[in-house]
C-alpha cells in the first residue's frame, strides 16, 4: 500500500470534527524531513488503528491526549480484535502517536496540558538555581530530575507541603539501594539539600531537614586523577580504524575530548561557527564555568572533524557540529550518543571502562607532565579557579621525586 493510499484511509477513519488535511500533510512532511523513511507506512497505519478506536469511543480530534493514548496502548492494544492487518507493537504505535499528538499541538489542534503541580514547583526551582547559584544547564536538569522522584514519592497527585517531609524519608531517599556508592549518596544529598535551600529562600522552617541530609565521607585527595598512558591513548585512537557504525563522528568526538579536554555537554553543543578555520580556533560556549572560552585547534582534531564533515556527517541545515545518523536524521546529537561512541571503543579494545571523563583527566596529567604552567592548564581545562587544577600536580611524578626526602633507613 502506497503513502498517498494510507493517507486517503487515514481521512475516511478519523474523526472529522475538524479538518486534519493541514496535520496530515504535516505529518506526511515531517517524515520526510525527518527521513523515517523505513517506520513512516507503519507508522501512518498505527494511526489508522488509533483513528478506527477513537471514532469508535466517540472521541473528536481535539479530545487527543497522551491519557486518551494511554488508555488506547494499554486497554484496547492487548485486546485489540480489529480487522488485520493492524500494527500491534507497543513500542511502535507508542512512538508514532506521540508523533501525532506533538504535531497536533503544533498545528493548535490539541491544546497543551497545563503543569501539574510537581511540574510548576520544578519550573520555579529551576529558575531560582538560575538566578540565585547560577548552576548550569547541566548541573540543573540533574538536581530536576532527583527531586522530582523525591517529591513523587513524598506526596504523588497531592498538593506539596514540605512540612509533611519526615527526616526519616529523607535519610531513606538519600541513602537509597544498599549498593549506592559514596558518590551516588553525595550527589543525592547535594541535590535535596539545594531544593531545600530554594524552600528555605520561601520562608518554609526545613532547618531541621537539611540538618540530617546524609554527607558520606569524600577524601578528595585519597586517590590519584585516572588518565590514560600514552600507549592506552594511541590504542583508543587505533580502535576507530576497524569498519564500525559512525566510525568518522566517534573518532572525531574522542579527538575534541582528548585534545580540547570537552565535556560531553560541551561536545554535543559545538557548532560549526563556533570552529575558525582560517585563525585555527574553536570557541567553547558558556557552560559549566559559565564563561565562553576560545582554544586552539589542533591539526589532529581540526583533520578529525572536517573528515567527518565531508564524508559522513549527512546533509542537513542544522548548525551542530555532530548530529545524528539515524531518524531524526541529521538533529543535534545528545550526551548520551558521546558516551556510547567512548563505550563502544573501549569494547573494541577489551577494556572494562565505562568513563567518559578519563580522556579529560589524560589530557591535564600530559600538560602537567610536559611542564607546562599551572595556569595555563587552568585555562585549558577552563577551571574557575587554579585550585581545581592544582589537583593534577599529584601525577607529576618526575617533579614530585625531585624534592622528596630519603625514605628513613634507605640505603646511600
Same mark, same amino acid.
Given at each position: 500500500?502506497?503513502?498517498?493510499?494510507?493517507?486517503?484511509?487515514?481521512?475516511?477513519?478519523?474523526?472529522?470534527?475538524?479538518?486534519?488535511?493541514? %496535520?496530515?500533510?504535516?505529518?506526511?512532511?515531517?517524515?520526510?524531513?525527518?527521513?523515517?523513511?523505513?517506520?513512516?507506512?507503519?507508522?501512518?497505519?498505527?494511526?489508522?488503528?488509533?483513528?478506527?478506536?477513537?471514532?469508535?469511543? !466517540?472521541?473528536?480530534?481535539?479530545?487527543?491526549?497522551?491519557? $486518551?493514548?494511554?488508555?488506547?496502548?494499554?486497554?484496547?492494544?492487548?485486546?485489540?480484535?480489529? /480487522?488485520?492487518?493492524? &500494527?500491534?507493537?507497543?513500542?511502535?504505535?507508542?512512538?508514532?502517536?506521540?508523533?501525532? +499528538? *506533538?504535531?497536533?499541538?503544533?498545528? !493548535?489542534?490539541?491544546?497543551?496540558?497545563?503543569?501539574?503541580?510537581?511540574?510548576?514547583?520544578?519550573?520555579?526551582?529551576?529558575?531560582?538555581?538560575?538566578?540565585?547559584?547560577?548552576?548550569?544547564?547541566?548541573?540543573?536538569?540533574?538536581?530536576?530530575?532527583?527531586?522530582?522522584?523525591?517529591?513523587?514519592? /513524598?506526596?504523588?497527585?497531592? #498538593?506539596?507541603?514540605?512540612?509533611?517531609?519526615?527526616?526519616?524519608?529523607?535519610?531513606?531517599?538519600?541513602?537509597?539501594?544498599?549498593?549506592?556508592?559514596?558518590?551516588?549518596?553525595?550527589?543525592?544529598?547535594?541535590?535535596?539539600?539545594?531544593? %531545600?535551600?530554594?524552600?528555605?529562600?520561601?520562608?518554609? @522552617?526545613?532547618?531541621?531537614?537539611?540538618?540530617?541530609?546524609?554527607? #558520606?565521607?569524600?577524601?578528595?585527595?585519597?586517590?590519584?586523577?585516572?588518565?590514560?598512558? &600514552?600507549?592506552?591513548?594511541?590504542?583508543?585512537?587505533?580502535?576507530?580504524?576497524?569498519?564500525? &557504525?559512525?566510525?568518522?563522528?566517534?573518532?572525531?568526538? +574522542?579527538?575534541?575530548?582528548?585534545?580540547?579536554?570537552?565535556?560531553?555537554?560541551? $561536545?554535543?553543543?559545538?557548532?560549526?561557527?563556533?570552529? @575558525?578555520? /582560517?585563525?585555527?580556533?574553536?570557541?567553547?560556549?558558556?557552560?559549566?564555568?559559565?564563561?565562553?572560552?576560545?582554544?586552539?585547534?589542533?591539526?589532529?582534531?581540526?583533520?578529525?572533524?572536517?573528515?567527518?564533515?565531508?564524508?559522513?556527517? &549527512?546533509?542537513?541545515?542544522?548548525?551542530?557540529? %555532530?548530529?545524528?545518523?539515524?531518524? #531524526?536524521?541529521?538533529?543535534?546529537?545528545?550526551?548520551? +550518543?558521546?558516551?556510547?561512541?567512548?563505550?563502544?571503543?573501549?569494547? *573494541?579494545?577489551?577494556?572494562?571502562?565505562?568513563?567518559?571523563?578519563?580522556?579529560?583527566?589524560?589530557?591535564?596529567?600530559?600538560?602537567?607532565?610536559?611542564?607546562?604552567?599551572?595556569? /595555563?592548564?587552568?585555562?585549558?581545562?577552563?577551571?574557575?579557579?587554579?585550585?581545581?587544577?592544582?589537583?593534577?600536580? *599529584?601525577?607529576?611524578?618526575?617533579?614530585?621525586?625531585?624534592?622528596?626526602?630519603?625514605? #628513613?633507613?634507605?640505603?646511600?
Amino acid at each position: 500500500m502506497s503513502r498517498a493510499e494510507l493517507v486517503g484511509i487515514v481521512f475516511a477513519v478519523m474523526p472529522i470534527s475538524i479538518s486534519l488535511a493541514p %496535520f496530515l500533510r504535516s505529518y506526511s512532511e515531517y517524515f520526510e524531513v525527518a527521513r523515517y523513511r523505513s517506520k513512516q507506512r507503519r507508522y501512518l497505519a498505527s494511526i489508522v488503528h488509533f483513528g478506527q478506536w477513537l471514532r469508535a469511543e !466517540g472521541y473528536a480530534a481535539t479530545n487527543i491526549s497522551e491519557a $486518551v493514548i494511554a488508555r488506547f496502548l494499554s486497554c484496547h492494544l492487548p485486546r485489540c480484535d480489529c /480487522q488485520r492487518p493492524v &500494527p500491534l507493537g507497543l513500542i511502535e504505535n507508542r512512538a508514532a502517536l506521540n508523533h501525532l +499528538v *506533538r504535531l497536533l499541538r503544533t498545528q !493548535g489542534i490539541v491544546t497543551r496540558p497545563a503543569g501539574d503541580e510537581i511540574t510548576r514547583e520544578l519550573a520555579h526551582f529551576d529558575t531560582k538555581m538560575t538566578e540565585v547559584w547560577g548552576l548550569s544547564e547541566g548541573t540543573r536538569d540533574h538536581r530536576i530530575r532527583i527531586i522530582r522522584r523525591l517529591l513523587k514519592a /513524598q506526596f504523588g497527585c497531592r #498538593p506539596i507541603e514540605v512540612a509533611l517531609i519526615t527526616p526519616a524519608a529523607i535519610r531513606r531517599f538519600v541513602l537509597g539501594d544498599v549498593d549506592w556508592s559514596p558518590s551516588t549518596i553525595r550527589i543525592m544529598g547535594g541535590a535535596v539539600r539545594c531544593y %531545600f535551600r530554594y524552600r528555605e529562600l520561601l520562608g518554609d @522552617d526545613v532547618a531541621h531537614l537539611l540538618c540530617v541530609v546524609p554527607r #558520606p565521607a569524600c577524601w578528595r585527595d585519597a586517590t590519584l586523577p585516572i588518565g590514560l598512558s &600514552p600507549d592506552e591513548l594511541e590504542q583508543l585512537f587505533g580502535a576507530f580504524d576497524a569498519p564500525c &557504525p559512525s566510525r568518522r563522528r566517534g573518532y572525531a568526538i +574522542v579527538r575534541c575530548l582528548t585534545d580540547l579536554g570537552l565535556r560531553s555537554s560541551e $561536545v554535543v553543543k559545538l557548532s560549526l561557527d563556533d570552529i @575558525d578555520w /582560517q585563525a585555527g580556533t574553536v570557541t567553547i560556549a558558556a557552560g559549566k564555568a559559565r564563561r565562553a572560552d576560545v582554544l586552539p585547534l589542533l591539526t589532529t582534531t581540526g583533520t578529525a572533524i572536517a573528515d567527518y564533515l565531508m564524508h559522513e556527517r &549527512p546533509k542537513t541545515t542544522c548548525r551542530a557540529v %555532530f548530529v545524528r545518523h539515524v531518524a #531524526p536524521l541529521g538533529e543535534p546529537v545528545g550526551r548520551r +550518543v558521546v558516551q556510547k561512541a567512548l563505550h563502544a571503543a573501549y569494547r *573494541r579494545l577489551g577494556w572494562d571502562r565505562t568513563r567518559v571523563h578519563v580522556l579529560r583527566h589524560t589530557l591535564a596529567s600530559r600538560l602537567i607532565n610536559a611542564g607546562t604552567p599551572m595556569k /595555563q592548564i587552568a585555562d585549558v581545562l577552563r577551571h574557575r579557579s587554579i585550585v581545581t587544577s592544582a589537583a593534577y600536580t *599529584r601525577v607529576d611524578v618526575t617533579r614530585l621525586s625531585a624534592v622528596a626526602l630519603p625514605w #628513613p633507613g634507605d640505603v646511600a
